[in-house]
């Protein structure tokens, strides 16, 4: 199984990215999807959530601003970015919790950069 990401880059302060993570192999079925941060020197932390059958969390920092999405029928997660700041700057990673072979488990896509700066 295979998470792979795409989409980051550098952006002004106020504009805007969409990040997309596919997960590819043998899959048998995907239950949550998300998008993860890390800035340096910080943790890990949620970004955005969905199930599989479209409930969505978000942190409250990006609420507003950020739109997570999911299309079932290509495992793919996105995320449109808008009125981004510099403190959203961090490494974004997707995650995708999956049934393959024989379990459930959690999946990590390599991580894509977003800078936000002018």
């Known amino acids: 199984v295979q998470l792979q990401a795409s989409g980051g880059g550098l952006v002004q302060p106020g504009g805007s990215l969409r990040l997309s993570c596919a997960a590819s192999g043998r899959i048998a079925g995907i239950n949550t999807m998300g998008w993860y941060r890390q800035a340096p020197g910080k943790q890990r932390d949620l970004v955005a959530l969905?199930?599989?059958?479209?409930?969505?969390n978000y942190a409250d920092s990006v609420k507003g601003r950020f739109t997570i999405s999911r299309d079932n029928a290509k495992n793919t997660v996105y995320l449109q970015m808008n009125s981004l700041k510099p403190e959203g700057t961090a490494v974004y990673y997707c995650?995708?919790?999956?049934?393959?072979?024989?379990?459930?488990?959690?999946?990590w896509g390599q991580g894509t950069q977003v800078t936000v700066s002018s």
């Open positions: 995650n995708a919790n999956l049934f393959s072979t024989t379990r459930w488990a959690d999946y």
């Open positions: 969905i199930t599989r059958g479209g409930s969505i």
